[in-house]
């Protein structure tokens, strides 16, 4: 059982996460418009991930006996400067969610909501690891610079990425995860 507050904070997280995930997907697309077809995948791959930080809440919801409550997505930024601009970004955004996540959690020990905060003990860690990645590819398009061969080469490896987290839902993302 989680209160009416925690249950309406959750939601609201579902909606950061899907708009994350429409954020990268909107980059996905202007990486392909831009030829950049590695970090186009790469970007797919992070819209994946995001989907499923939404779904895990959805279920942890809805195991909670509480409501799920969909409200419509703000439109992402449709088209970016470049790379370099992408991952700024992608930081920026990242820090964001680092900081509702903090929020949730405090909300969730202010509650003493022992449940919400070992869910929620996943998020945090996650949230260090999406820093850390977009902190390491900034500095290499940094290193980079103008190198043309130098971006193909980053571009290429980007590709590389595959999706590592579950793409269909009906058999739930907990249970897809190894989580029950
Ligand atoms: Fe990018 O971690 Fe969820 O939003």
């Known amino acids: 059982m989680i209160s009416k507050r925690m249950e309406s904070a959750l939601n609201e997280q579902i909606n950061k996460e899907m708009f994350s995930a ?6 996905s697309a202007d990486c392909a418009d831009k030829g950049l077809k590695g970090s186009s995948v790469w970007f797919m ?8 930080h939404a779904m895990k809440i959805y279920e942890y919801i809805q195991k909670q006996g509480a409501k799920v409550r969909l409200v419509a997505l703000e439109e992402p930024q449709q088209e970016f400067a470049s ?8 930081l920026e955004h990242e820090k964001l969610v680092t900081s509702s996540i903090n929020d949730l959690m405090n909300l969730a020990v202010e509650e003493r909501d022992h449940a919400t905060q070992a869910f929620l003990n996943w998020y945090v860690t ?5 820093e850390d990645t ?7 398009i940094k290193l980079i610079g103008d190198n043309s061969s130098g971006l193909y080469m980053l ?3 980007l590709g590389a990425r595959t999706v590592s987290v579950p793409t269909d839902f009906s058999t739930g993302v907990e249970s897809a995860m190894g989580g029950e």
């Open 22 to 27: 429409f954020l990268y997907m909107s980059m």
């Open 45 to 52: 791959t992070q819209y994946h991930e995001e989907m499923v």
């Open 83 to 90: 790379l370099s601009d992408m991952f700024d970004k992608t």
């Open 126 to 130: 996650e949230q260090v690891e999406e």
């Open 134 to 140: 977009a902190m390491d590819i900034i500095q290499r």
């Open 155 to 157: 571009d290429k490896e």
